[in-house]
């Protein structure tokens, strides 16, 4: 049984900072890419960023771009999204993922999904 477990979000506010935490479990990730979605009340779930087993290359959408920086530790299974300068439009729940394929991940979709962590960010 894969398991992405979430964990991190809460309430800021604008221009404050919060790091988000997955740990997986079940089975090794390795090769695996992995990454975070974000999906805010009336919207569709969007990409946020990822980061490949090798090579350790990072990908983020425009809108956190700068401010959100994504790390993994392939030795403990954990992948972490620190956000710092954060918005009120970032408010959302985020939901940890797990692929095989950078280009599933693009795409808008995922092999593993974690549970979601809520993320709210008052102005």
């Known amino acids: 049984q894969v398991q992405l477990v979430d964990s991190g979000g809460g309430l800021v506010q604008a221009g404050g900072s919060l790091r988000l935490s997955c740990a997986a479990s079940?089975?090794?990730?390795?090769?695996?890419?992995m990454g975070w979605f974000r999906q805010a009340p009336g919207k569709e779930r969007e990409f946020v960023s990822a980061i490949t087993w090798t090579f350790n290359n990072k990908y983020y959408s425009d809108s956190v771009k700068g401010r959100f920086t994504i790390s993994r530790d392939n030795a403990k299974n954990i992948v972490s999204l620190q956000m710092n300068s954060l918005k009120p439009e970032d408010t959302a729940v985020y939901y940890c993922?797990?692929?095989?394929?950078?280009?599933?991940?693009?795409?808008?979709?995922?092999?593993?999904w974690g549970q979601g962590t809520q993320v709210t960010v008052s102005s």
């Open positions: 079940g089975r090794t990730f390795s090769g695996y890419v």
């Open positions: 993922a797990g692929s095989r394929q950078i280009t599933t991940m693009l795409a808008g979709e995922s092999d593993y």
